[in-house]
Nanobody, 118 residues
Framework: VQLVESGGGLVQAGGSLRLSCAASGIIFSFYAMGWYRQAPGKQRELVATITSGRNTNYADSVKGRFTISRDNAKNTVYLQMNSLKPEDTAVYYC?????????????WGQGTQVTVSY
């Protein structure tokens, strides 16, 4: 299983970035996909998730600014990030999650750095 993130980089406050996560080795459409982030000295936190049925959930801090979407034909999940703030600076990780009855499986990407300057 591989989750490969791309699209991170350095952007000025108020700018936009689009992250992508390409998955392989899983039946992508069966998995809920998510984006998490971890800033230096802080715990990893949820940013946004999208279920196999395309229901979405966002952290309060990104609502109205970030949009998660998925393309099952391309086995890819996206995170469109607009109106970026310096506090959005973090390593962003892609997650694939599947649960069935009493078991759950999680896969993680290697992360992509997002830096928002003042």
């Amino acid at each position: 299983v591989q989750l490969v993130e791309s699209g991170g980089g350095l952007v000025q406050a108020g700018g936009s970035l689009r992250l992508s996560c390409a998955a392989s080795g899983i039946i992508f459409s069966f998995y809920a996909m998510g984006w998490y982030r971890q800033a230096p000295g802080k715990q990893r936190e949820l940013v946004a998730t999208i279920t196999s049925g395309r229901n979405t959930n966002y952290a309060d801090s990104v609502k109205g600014r970030f949009t998660i979407s998925r393309d099952n034909a391309k086995n890819t999940v996206y995170l469109q990030m607009n109106s970026l703030k310096p506090e959005d600076t973090a390593v962003y990780y892609c997650n694939a999650h599947h649960s069935f009855i009493s078991s759950a499986t999680d896969y993680w990407g290697q992360g992509t750095q997002v830096t928002v300057s003042y």
